[in-house]
T-cell receptor, first 113, second 113 residues
């Protein structure tokens, strides 16, 4: 099992550019989510999905879109990048059965100039 | 609203015990969690406790739960330099989705040789 994979590991964008952060998991987990981690702010939930075709907003969804066409993939799209979106982005997945062990990807470090 | 509070920094000497404290707000959480983040990596589940327990011990780790005060602590016995990391406390957020967790800002543990 590869677990949760994220690409790219690093990305630099100019203000106004768009891009997609990729996330995939091979554990057949129903639940997937995207977080951003900023110094002194901890982890903040951007969007989440409880299954294919179902997505919902988290705490900080503005400027981001998601879709979940398959169980395995949960891409995060930045429509028009802004310097405030400079952050480290983590994708996570978990089963919805029993206790909630979230499995995290290695992260994408994004810089918006 | 829901909030999870932790102190941001803790410094200990190798061989001493470390105690990381957390307060949470959602008394409906079935489980409470401790996650560990090593430099440059995503979070990993360290341990969890069921809400009807007061204590859980797992090798060098002891979790104490005081439901009345909504206080959770993580004790690491015989702390080693390899324990240097950021430790996150998390509660469940059923107001959003069964999969959502609310994380504290994280406590950075530094272990001095």
């Amino acid at each position: 099992n590869a677990g949760v994979t994220q690409t790219p590991k690093f990305q630099v964008l100019k203000t106004g550019q768009s891009m997609t952060l990729q996330c995939a998991q091979d554990m057949n987990h129903e639940y997937m989510s995207w977080y951003r981690q900023d110094p002194g702010m901890g982890l903040r939930l951007i969007h989440y999905s409880v299954g294919a075709g179902i997505t919902d907003q988290g705490e900080v969804p503005n400027g981001y879109n998601v879709s979940r066409s398959t169980t395995e993939d949960f891409p995060l799209r930045l429509l028009s990048a802004a310097p405030s979106q400079t952050s480290v982005y983590f994708c996570a997945s978990s089963s919805t059965q029993g206790y909630n062990e979230q499995f995290f990807g290695p992260g994408t470090r994004l810089t918006v100039l | 609203g829901e909030d999870v509070e932790q102190s941001l920094f803790l410094s200990v000497r190798e061989g001493d015990s470390s105690v990381i404290n957390c307060t949470y707000t959602d008394s409906s959480s079935t489980y409470l969690y401790w996650y560990k983040q090593e430099p440059g990596a995503g979070l990993q589940l360290l341990t969890y406790i069921f809400s009807n327990m007061d204590m859980k011990q797992d090798q060098r780790l002891t979790v104490l739960l005081n439901k009345k005060d909504k206080h959770l602590s993580l004790r690491i016995a015989d702390t080693q330099t390899g324990d240097s990391a950021i430790y996150f406390c998390a509660e469940e957020n059923y107001g959003g989705s069964q999969g959502n967790l609310i994380f504290g800002k994280g406590t950075k543990l530094s272990v001095k040789p």
